[in-house]
């Protein structure tokens, strides 16, 4: 199960900070990304880190977001700076599981970002 966190508006310019708390097994086998949605597109990458901390972001994002893990917590955490009104997306955590290929979402938190 995972549960997300921080969403809500803010200013362009501002910054807000995405939780996912993962429960379940054995965290440290899992990929884990943040992704966006936002209607009537398809849901997009924004980041993932592997299980040994190796990060890919969108290029849209690069130099704005950083994607961490805290293994001992079972977290993954989004930290987006620099916002602007077209990050204004649902923002969904995602867990794939590198042994089974299987993955699992969240219910998804929203991010505003307007003046």
């Known amino acids: 199960q995972l549960v997300e966190s921080g969403g809500g508006l803010v200013q362009p310019g501002g910054s807000l900070r995405l939780s996912c708390a993962f429960s379940?097994?054995?965290?440290?086998?899992?990929?884990m990304g943040w992704y966006r949605q936002t209607p009537g597109t398809q849901r997009e990458l924004v980041a993932k880190?592997?299980?040994?901390?190796?990060?890919n972001y969108a290029d849209s994002v690069k130099g704005r977001f950083t994607i961490t893990r805290d293994n001992s917590k079972s977290t993954v955490y989004l930290q987006m700076n620099n916002l602007r009104p077209e990050d204004t997306a649902v923002y969904y955590c995602?867990?794939?599981?590198?042994?089974?290929?299987?993955?699992?979402w969240g219910q998804g938190t929203q991010v505003t970002v307007s003046s």
């Open positions: 995602n867990a794939y599981d590198m042994r089974t290929h299987q993955d699992s």
């Open positions: 880190i592997s299980p040994g901390a190796s990060t």
């Open positions: 379940g097994d054995s965290f440290a086998f899992y990929l």
